[in-house]
């Protein structure tokens, strides 16, 4: 489990709140714990816990605003403090951009930021897209960090043994159909999710684009978007739900499309050691090999097929 420190000005407190809204998934999966100074109960020494939660974590979170940069505490002595440790690798620093403000010529500005391209999440048409991003990477963050943990070399035996070397050991795995499925219905969830939270945003746009979101079952999903500016319509129906594909996630580029019917896959594959994801779009003519890919990679790219076919682009 990741321990994360956050760091924030008092002023972003309802930035705190939404931040640990989405992350309750994480939290409630054991994947991630954070702290921050509300943690401390009456009559505790605040300097003093402060210091020894900074200790055990190993993740920091800096809720960056134009009042965190005001605030001495905020950036002087915790955000300091944490480079030193992210400096001799103890610690990751992890600036995740609240308001837009001059974070860039800090010393946040040579890491990489949360949201994507460090873009201020009061800026983003739905908050809500920009959260889920922050959440995205800080999974793929700590995922990274526990490999790391378990791949860290065994220690040197001293004596008769010294000279072995120290050897990095990654365990082969043999998954069954019941794990496949449940990553299949995982990423289902997930990918499902990045739709839904991305109709949502691109409802705001503009008036000329109108977007719909229809979950057909658990298993199944299709969206709407219309885009008025060139009277052009896109569809896209994911499902997970159909025996004939049982294995596979199945897309089409048509509304409420017939179980059995599809223009590509998401592939469910496995190497020795994890499951992953393959997507193989038949539009393109060819499957993508065998590049392995996320749920969330999986979405953007699907998402990314689908608007273009309404004559709508995004960065």
């Known amino acids: 489990m990741a321990k994360a420190f956050i760091s924030y000005s ?12 989405h992350l309750a998934t994480m939290t409630r999966e054991g994947t991630i714990s954070t702290w921050y100074d509300r943690e401390i109960l009456a009559g505790g020494e605040i300097d003093h816990e402060i210091a020894s939660s900074f200790a055990k974590s190993d993740l920091f979170l800096a809720l960056v605003s134009p009042d965190f940069l005001a605030s001495r505490y905020c950036y002087e002595q915790e955000m300091k403090s944490a480079l030193e440790r992210h400096a001799d690798g103890t610690m990751r620093v992890v600036p995740v951009i609240l308001e837009p403000c001059d974070w860039r010529s800090t010393p946040l500005g040579k890491l990489k930021a949360i949201p994507k391209d460090g873009r201020a999440i009061s800026t983003w048409t739905n908050e809500n897209v920009a959260y889920l991003d922050v959440v995205t990477e800080l999974r793929r963050i700590t995922a990274e960090q526990q490999t790391s943990k378990s791949e ?10 010294a000279r072995a070397e120290t050897r990095t050991y990654r365990i082969k795995k043999k998954f069954d159909s019941i794990d496949r499925d449940d990553f299949r219905r995982e990423s289902f969830a997930k990918i499902q999710q990045f739709f839904h939270a991305s109709v949502d945003e691109l409802n705001q746009v503009s008036e000329l684009i109108r977007a719909r979101f229809e979950k057909i079952n658990e298993l199944a999903f299709t969206c709407t978007a219309l885009n008025k500016a060139n009277n052009r319509e896109a569809n896209i129906t994911l499902r997970a739900d159909t025996e004939l594909f049982a294995s596979n996630i199945a897309f089409s580029f048509s509304r409420r499309a017939a179980p059995g019917t599809a223009n590509g896959f998401v592939h469910i594959d496995a190497d020795d050691y994890e499951l992953y994801l393959r997507l193989d779009d038949f539009s393109r003519g060819q499957a993508q090999g065998d590049k392995a890919a996320t749920a969330e990679e999986v979405a953007d790219a699907l998402w990314r097929k689908f608007t273009s076919n309404a004559g709508i682009d995004h960065e």
């Open 152 to 161: 860290e070399p065994l220690p040197k035996i001293q004596g008769e043994r």
């Open 10 to 21: 008092h002023r972003d407190e309802r930035a705190l709140e939404r931040l640990h809204t």
